[in-house]
T-cell receptor, first 115, second 113 residues
């Protein structure tokens, strides 16, 4: 099916482990984003990418790494997971820089628990 | 100028109108958005308003923008149980090459039958 898909939907990992969250979109959108959603904070931008091989930090990048070797994929890696990274992670994409004519399209999220 | 504030909860009866409020701090915002998040799902764009408009109506949805007070509201007429969700206000800034969005914390709307 066309759209933006995230995997896994749920993940439990231990402190110190590396974990990668996957995001795949079929629209060939240029822009892709990773947000985390936490109670009391709403959505906060972790990293974004304007095109393949171009990535940049958002508000809360520490502890995360991203790559964008192909337009359709934008994996997010937690190099050494901490309990504070327990959250719901959303991937999003947009055709160009987000505006009313190029809205963000969100995946269904990955719920990550770090024990 | 990235603070977007919303009340956290709103409960209404089915058939009544709902009004969800949002305040923002950056007067250079270009677009203001309302997103809806249903349980277990990502956010979906509901509607938006350009900063030079005061009002926008789209079927049961009315967006009002008061630029002087930096206040945005979303009115849902004839609210239905299917409207129960979290509603996020978001703004994008003029001059940002990314068109980056800043989200509020979301308002949980509960509609009682």
């Amino acid at each position: 099916d066309a759209g933006i898909t995230q995997s896994p939907r749920y993940k439990i990992t231990e402190t110190g482990r590396q974990v990668t969250l996957m995001c795949h979109q079929t629209w060939s959108h240029s822009y892709m984003f990773w947000y985390r959603q936490d109670l009391g904070h709403g959505l906060r931008l972790i990293y974004y990418s304007a095109a393949a091989d171009i990535t940049d930090k958002g508000e809360v990048p520490d502890g995360y790494v991203v790559s964008r070797s192909k337009t359709e994929n934008f994996p997010l890696t937690l190099e050494s997971a901490t309990r504070s990274q327990t959250s719901v992670y959303f991937c999003a994409s947009s055709e160009s820089a987000p505006n009313a004519n190029s809205p963000l399209h969100f995946g269904n999220g990955t719920r990550l628990t770090v024990t | 100028g990235e603070d977007v504030e919303q009340s956290l909860f709103l409960s209404v009866r089915e058939g009544d109108s709902s009004v969800i409020n949002c305040t923002y701090t950056d007067s250079s915002s270009t677009y203001l958005y309302w997103y809806k998040q249903e349980p277990g799902a990502g956010l979906q764009l509901l509607t938006y308003i350009f900063s030079n408009m005061d009002m926008k109506q789209d079927q049961r949805l009315t967006v009002l923008l008061n630029k002087k007070d930096k206040h945005l509201s979303l009115r849902i007429a004839d609210t239905q149980t299917g409207d129960s969700a979290i509603y996020f206000c978001a703004e994008s800034m003029r001059g940002s090459t990314l068109g980056r969005l800043y989200f509020g914390r979301g308002t949980q709307l509960t509609v009682w039958p």
